[in-house]
Structures are given as structure tokens and as C-alpha cells.
């Protein structure tokens, strides 16, 4: 069974640095609750693989993403390897003049198998759910 969650959010702040800020995955244990760690493993300007480990109360999971970058603009996070049959999102970062953005996430996943689905799911859906809402409170932390 595919999860679908969709997020936005508007910003006073410009798109570059909420587009910074996302892509910033070496400092996602810093704010993300349940980010236990984060690596990048290779990275380019458009693109950029990445492996999360996601915990709390004794249970974690690793997954690794590629994701594809138009900085500024978009990325597009695909699975390489993890808990998950699938797993595919994408972020867009839209200009509103010069100091404004409108930030969206549109995320989709599916467990691989129902025990992992039991274990890792309420977790993972939590982090999914609030994930625009942490980035956001970040920024305001970051930028004022």
C-alpha cells in the first residue's frame, strides 16, 4: 500500500536558501528528531546520493536516495536501497519576488513487507508529515 503525502508551505525567504538548506543533508541530524545520520556519498551540482538513518525508541533503518539536482529550483529524491518497495519525492522551490518562496514536498512510499511496515511505518510516516513543517522552522532559526 503506497503512502501519499503532500506539504507546503510560503517563506520570507528567497528560494536559493530554502533550495541550501534541503540539500544541506550532512546537517540534517542537527534538527531532524529522528535523523540519526546522514552521509553523502557522492555529490555533483545535479546530483547527489545519500543515506539516512532514521531512529527512535530503539528501532532505526538505513535507506539511500539519489537525488537528482536543478539547484535552486528542484530535487528529486529516487531510492537505491532501504526498507521500501519504493520510495520517490520531490522538492520544489518557487520564487515570490526576491525575499519569498513557496516550498513544496510531494512524497510517495511503500514498505517492503508487512513486519517492516508495522516497525518502521508510524515512524516513518511521522517524519514524512513533518518534514516541510522542521525545514521551516530551521530556516527561521537560520535566517531570522
Given at each position: 500500500?503506497?503512502?501519499?503525502?503532500?506539504?507546503?508551505?510560503?517563506?520570507?525567504?528567497?528560494a536559493q536558501a530554502l533550495y541550501d538548506l534541503v540539500n544541506d543533508v550532512a546537517s540534517y541530524?542537527?534538527?531532524?528528531?529522528?535523523?540519526?545520520?546522514?552521509?553523502?556519498?557522492?555529490?555533483t551540482d545535479v546530483l547527489m546520493r545519500a543515506s539516512l538513518e532514521v531512529a527512535k525508541g530503539g528501532l532505526s533503518q538505513?535507506?539511500?536516495?539519489?537525488n537528482v539536482l536543478v539547484p535552486g529550483n528542484t530535487i528529486e529524491m529516487n531510492l537505491e536501497?532501504?526498507?521500501?518497495t519504493q520510495l520517490h519525492g520531490l522538492w520544489v522551490f518557487k520564487p515570490l519576488g526576491e525575499k519569498a518562496c513557496k516550498i513544496s514536498l510531494d512524497m510517495s512510499f511503500d514498505y517492503a513487507?508487512?513486519?517492516?511496515?508495522?516497525?518502521?511505518?508510524p515512524l516513518f510516516n511521522q517524519a514524512a508529515n513533518t518534514l516541510v513543517d522542521a525545514f521551516c522552522q530551521r530556516a527561521k532559526q537560520l535566517y531570522g
Open positions: 500500500m503506497t503512502t501519499h503525502i503532500q506539504r507546503s508551505a510560503l517563506l520570507p525567504y528567497p541530524p542537527k534538527f531532524l528528531p529522528w535523523c540519526s545520520s546522514s552521509t553523502v556519498i557522492e555529490e538505513k535507506f539511500v536516495t539519489r536501497e532501504g526498507p521500501f513487507g508487512s513486519i517492516v511496515r508495522a516497525t518502521l511505518g
